[in-house]
């Protein structure tokens, strides 16, 4: 679905973006940046724990052939 919008930008604004990414439509220019804020925001949320912060990560258990306090048995070590 397409929308008109109209954005307010200044002439040196609009210049930078230009000199920087090499594109010179203003409406690719838009576009691209807002592909590139969506991907840096997407991002920083997988970064933060994705999309459930609460999760909890299941304990990690080593192997019984790596771990050391175990006999070859798989039985405990005496303390």
Known sequence: MRMERKIMLTDEELADAMRLTGITDPQALVRHALDEFVKRLRLD???????????????????PHLRNDLDEDG???PD
């Open 45 to 63: 949320r997988l970064a933060k724990g994705g999309f459930a912060p609460d999760f909890e990560a299941a304990p990690r258990r080593r192997p």
């Open 75 to 77: 039985n405990p070590l």
